[in-house]
């Protein structure tokens, strides 16, 4: 690691606002108290550290959210968020629940919308669909796109390691194809994106990756920091080790949390086009915004996954911010949020 801690710590306040430093420290503190030195996790003190905010189908700030299981077998719930609803003068508990059983039981609407499927990050052990910066990010979504967004709280690790959150992921997928109120346009079809920050990126990846297997058509894919590695160290991870948030023995310690047991980090989960991985040349694999933060010590993995869609012949959007850490999207006091978000919007409409 470069430089001494106190070092490190002085030159991130540098480049970061003071409400982004203390968020992302405090999570760094709290995930530093939470993993093993023999790989286990303490899942009871991270439930109970977890900041959560449950649903509301009541409008807040004019989006309503709902929280809705989808797979019985495996308890895998959404929360689905959406522009509030007029309750046509409903009182009680029925302004609530019509609301949400008008929606669940809906046709297709005409106007044509985007579907975001999201998969929040915390590096496959961490956070969870009803996480309050989570929660902030995906109604910041349904504003943005005048859309619905439908994020997936897939299981997380070291209990339950690759495949679980792809598994999760494609079912999330298959049932948002599958429902009518999902559909739009003229053509009554879902115009389903796919999203996700840090591990939900790369569980993003993956999915995108069997929906153009199976002949799933998905208008797009837009990855915030993805979560990629390698065996072999780059320069970004060599210089950054330590200094913005994120060191290298984090991330090994989450990727031994989620790999399976004997593989290494070139595993097509985490390496996906590296000497494991495969490439996707001749694959109708969905366009890319792909977002990516010069201060994340794994933005050359981030870097190289963007080039090698592009060697592989599939569209790319890339957006480098230089100076922006992890996390940059998640408050909204830099110009780089702001930026983001504006390009978020553009690929939607774009690629509706």
């Known amino acids: 690691m470069a430089g001494s801690d106190e070092v490190n710590r002085n030159e991130c306040k540098g480049a970061v606002p003071i409400h982004t430093w203390v968020l992302i420290s405090n999570f760094k503190l709290a995930y530093n108290m939470l993993r093993r030195a ?21 409008a807040q700030e004019g989006v309503s959210s709902f929280d809705h299981v989808i797979d019985t077998s495996t308890g895998l719930e959404v929360r689905i968020y959406r522009a509030a609803a007029n309750n046509n003068g409903a009182a009680g508990a029925a302004a609530v629940t019509l609301p949400i059983l008008d929606l669940l039981a809906g046709a297709p609407s005409p106007d044509p919308f985007p579907v975001i499927l ?14 309050a910066i989570y929660d902030n990010l995906c109604r910041r979504f349904v504003k943005l796109s005048e859309g619905v967004v439908v994020s997936v709280n897939y299981r997380r690790a070291p209990e339950h390691r690759y495949p679980c959150a792809y598994e999760d992921g494609w079912t999330a997928l298959k049932w948002a194809m599958s429902q009518p109120f999902l559909r739009s346009g003229a053509d009554a079809r879902p115009r389903v994106f796919l999203s996700g920050d840090s591990s939900g990126g790369n569980i993003a990846h993956h999915v995108a990756v069997r929906a153009a297997d199976a002949g799933i058509n998905i208008c797009g894919n837009i990855l915030l920091n993805a979560m990629f590695g390698g065996t072999e160290r780059t320069e970004s991870e060599r210089r950054l080790d330590g200094k913005y948030f994120v060191t290298l023995q984090d991330r090994d310690w989450y990727w031994k949390a989620y790999l399976p047991e004997d593989a290494d980090r070139d595993h097509p989960a985490c390496n996906p086009f590296g000497p494991n991985g495969r490439r996707l040349r001749g694959l109708p694999f969905t366009k890319s915004l792909i977002i990516v933060s010069g201060l994340d010590l794994t933005c050359d ?43 978020i919007a553009d690929f939607l409409r774009a690629n509706l």
């Open 118 to 131: 999201f998969f929040h990050g915390g590096s496959f052990a961490h956070s969870s669909s009803g996480t």
């Open 301 to 343: 993995r981030q870097l190289a996954y963007a080039e090698g869609l592009q060697e592989d012949g599939h569209h790319v959007k890339l957006v480098y911010r230089e100076k922006a850490t992890i996390g940059f999207y998640l408050l909204s006091n830099t110009d780089h949020y702001h930026e983001v978000m504006e390009e």
């Open 38 to 58: 023999d790989g286990t996790f303490d899942r009871d003190l991270a439930e109970f550290l977890d900041r959560r905010v449950p649903p509301d189908a009541r």
